[in-house]
Every structure is written in structure tokens, then in C-alpha cells.
């Protein structure tokens, strides 16, 4: 990995073997006002730090191999917060880019967008379309950065798009369907990831998630750190997938 001199990324723990990886972790990065109120601090310093808690993590996840992982930053439904905080998460959301987009790809990381960007303040639409044309030829781990994103209106949205190529009921089939997400062509998620202790989905990656590993954890996400991934990944590897069938060594 590449480190820029002038902001080294500290010594990264050994990594742990892992039997099975999963090909697409997605993250509900919550607890960050949380996490604040236990510190004495505002919302605001929450995100930011939530925001910090970002480069580590993915890091660690291109260390493992990992191929893609999707952040959720925020959701259709966080529009209806304050409009002081929704101007708070935007405005980091342009400065992780700013601050992060050299390193990114000096590291191969390729950077996506899953949601609307007709309601994102043009400065940040600007950014958002800059850090994915800027690592769009690169091969390394796949970044998808969910901001404006809402599983139920992705999945409408394929409908519609359906609808519009003039498909027959038969023609709509779950490959049909997939091919309209804007996850198109990705592994569905083997393993969802949130913070905060809260258990739901919170409208993320509906369809993606069918068959996902769920992990919750306490940790608020400004505490989730490169041992949190190893914690995330050890404990996925030793999980029984079955995907509704029976396993050969469950027989009669
Ligand atoms: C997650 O932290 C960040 C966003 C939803 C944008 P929260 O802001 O939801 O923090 P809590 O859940 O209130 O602690
Ligand atoms: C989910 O967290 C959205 C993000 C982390 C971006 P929320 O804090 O918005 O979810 P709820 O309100 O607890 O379901
Ligand atoms: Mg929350």
C-alpha cells in the first residue's frame, strides 16, 4: 500500500487467516451522534469523527482482499433530519473526497456512487462524479459510496427502467431485475455490517441483502477500526451458509 509521507497511516495489525471471505461486505456506518453524546461532544463532531473512521476500515478491507464493499452515508430518509446536520453529512461527504481521493487511488481503490444525485447540492455532485471517473480504470478494491441511497426506491427505479424497455411480465425475471440495479454486475452482499447496535436494515440494500451474514455490533461507528474488521471477518468465516438447501453432512 502506498502512504503518503506527509499523513502515514499507522502500522497495521497482523492479519488474522480467514477460511472464507466474503466477495461484497456492505456497512451501516451508525452511531455517530451517539457516540458523540457519550463524549460531551455535538452531532456534528460525530460525523466528523465517523467520517475519520473511514480510511482505516477500508483499508483493512483491501488488506484481506476483500473485493467490494459499500458504505451507507446516508440515507433517503435522512433527508428529514435538521437541515444543520444534512448540511454537516454533505459537506464531509465532499471533504473525505477532497482529502481522500489522491490516496484512494494511488491505492487502486475504485470509487462508485449507489444513489440519486439530482438532490445532492452541485458541489457535491461535482466531487461525487470526479472520484469515480478519477479511479474509474483502477482494479483494486471496489468502493461504493451510498449517499442519497434507498433500497426501496433502487428497486423502483429498476422497475420503472424495466417498464421502459418495453419488457412482458415474462420477460421480468430476477436476472432482468438485477441487471437495472445500480449494483449491476457486483456479488449480492455476503455480509452486512452495523454499528451502533441497532438491529434493521434501515431501507439498505433490500434486494442485495437477501441471503447476507447480518453482524451488529455495539461499537459506535467512530470506535469501528481495522480489529473490528478482523472481529467482522472471523466471525463470518464461521458462519453456516445453507441458501434454503440442505448441507451434505445434514442428511438423513
Ligand atoms: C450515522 O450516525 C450517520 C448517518 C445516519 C448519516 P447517526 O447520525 O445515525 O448516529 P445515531 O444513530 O443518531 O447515534
Ligand atoms: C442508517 O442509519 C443510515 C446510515 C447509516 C447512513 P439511521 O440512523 O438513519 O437509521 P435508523 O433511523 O436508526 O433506522
Ligand atoms: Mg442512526
Same mark, same amino acid.
Given at each position: 500500500?502506498?502512504?503518503n509521507?506527509?499523513?502515514p497511516?499507522?502500522?497495521s495489525?497482523?492479519l488474522?487467516?480467514?477460511?472464507?471471505?466474503p466477495?461484497h461486505?456492505?456497512i451501516?456506518m451508525?452511531?455517530?451522534g451517539r457516540?458523540a453524546?457519550s463524549q460531551?461532544?455535538s452531532r456534528?463532531?460525530g460525523?466528523?469523527?465517523?467520517?475519520?473512521?473511514?480510511r482505516?476500515?477500508i483499508?483493512r478491507f483491501?488488506?484481506?482482499?476483500?473485493?467490494?464493499?459499500t458504505?451507507?452515508?446516508?440515507?433517503?430518509e #435522512?433527508?428529514?433530519?435538521p437541515k444543520a446536520?444534512?448540511e454537516?453529512?454533505?459537506?464531509?461527504g465532499?471533504?473525505f473526497?477532497?482529502?481522500?481521493?489522491d490516496?484512494?487511488n494511488? #491505492?487502486g481503490v475504485r470509487?462508485a456512487h449507489?444513489?440519486?444525485?439530482d438532490r445532492?447540492p452541485?458541489?457535491?455532485r461535482?466531487r461525487v462524479k470526479?472520484?469515480v471517473?478519477?479511479?474509474s480504470?483502477?482494479?483494486?478494491?471496489?468502493?461504493n459510496?451510498a449517499?442519497?441511497?434507498?433500497?426501496?426506491?433502487e428497486i423502483?427505479?429498476?422497475?420503472?427502467?424495466?417498464?421502459?424497455d418495453?419488457?412482458?411480465?415474462g420477460d421480468?425475471t430476477?436476472?432482468?431485475?438485477?441487471?437495472?440495479l445500480t449494483?449491476?454486475?457486483l456479488?449480492?452482499?455476503?455480509?452486512?455490517?452495523?454499528t451502533?447496535?441497532?438491529?434493521?436494515?434501515?431501507n439498505f440494500?433490500?434486494?442485495?441483502?437477501?441471503?447476507?451474514?447480518?453482524?451488529?455490533?455495539?461499537?459506535?461507528?467512530?470506535?469501528?477500526d481495522?480489529?473490528?474488521?478482523d472481529a467482522?471477518?472471523l466471525?463470518?468465516?464461521?458462519?453456516?451458509r445453507?441458501?434454503?438447501l440442505?448441507?451434505?453432512d445434514?442428511?438423513?
Amino acid at each position: 500500500m502506498v502512504v503518503n509521507p506527509a499523513n502515514p497511516a499507522p502500522a497495521s495489525p497482523p492479519l488474522p487467516a480467514l477460511a472464507v471471505k466474503p466477495q461484497h461486505v456492505a456497512i451501516i456506518m451508525d452511531g455517530n451522534g451517539r457516540w458523540a453524546q457519550s463524549q460531551g461532544l455535538s452531532r456534528s463532531d460525530g460525523h466528523r469523527a465517523g467520517a475519520d473512521a473511514i480510511r482505516p476500515v477500508i483499508r483493512r478491507f483491501a488488506e484481506h482482499q476483500v473485493p467490494v464493499v459499500t458504505l451507507f452515508g446516508f440515507s433517503t430518509e #435522512n433527508w428529514g433530519r435538521p437541515k444543520a446536520e444534512i448540511e454537516t453529512i454533505l459537506k464531509l461527504g465532499a471533504e473525505f473526497i477532497d482529502s481522500h481521493l489522491d490516496e484512494l487511488n494511488q #491505492n487502486g481503490v475504485r470509487v462508485a456512487h449507489l444513489g440519486g444525485t439530482d438532490r445532492l447540492p452541485i458541489w457535491l455532485r461535482r466531487r461525487v462524479k470526479k472520484a469515480v471517473e478519477a479511479t474509474s480504470h483502477n482494479d483494486g478494491i471496489l468502493v461504493n459510496l451510498a449517499f442519497n441511497y434507498g433500497g426501496r426506491d433502487e428497486i423502483l427505479d429498476a422497475v420503472k427502467r424495466m417498464l421502459a424497455d418495453g419488457l412482458k411480465p415474462g420477460d421480468v425475471t430476477p436476472e432482468a431485475l438485477e441487471a437495472r440495479l445500480t449494483t449491476a454486475g457486483l456479488p449480492d452482499v455476503d455480509l452486512l455490517v452495523r454499528t451502533g447496535g441497532e438491529q434493521r436494515v434501515s431501507n439498505f440494500l433490500v434486494w442485495q441483502s437477501t441471503y447476507a451474514e447480518y453482524y451488529f455490533t455495539p461499537k459506535f461507528w467512530p470506535e469501528f477500526d481495522p480489529e473490528e474488521v478482523d472481529a467482522a471477518l472471523l466471525e463470518f468465516a464461521h458462519r453456516h451458509r445453507r441458501f434454503g438447501l440442505v448441507a451434505p453432512d445434514e442428511g438423513d
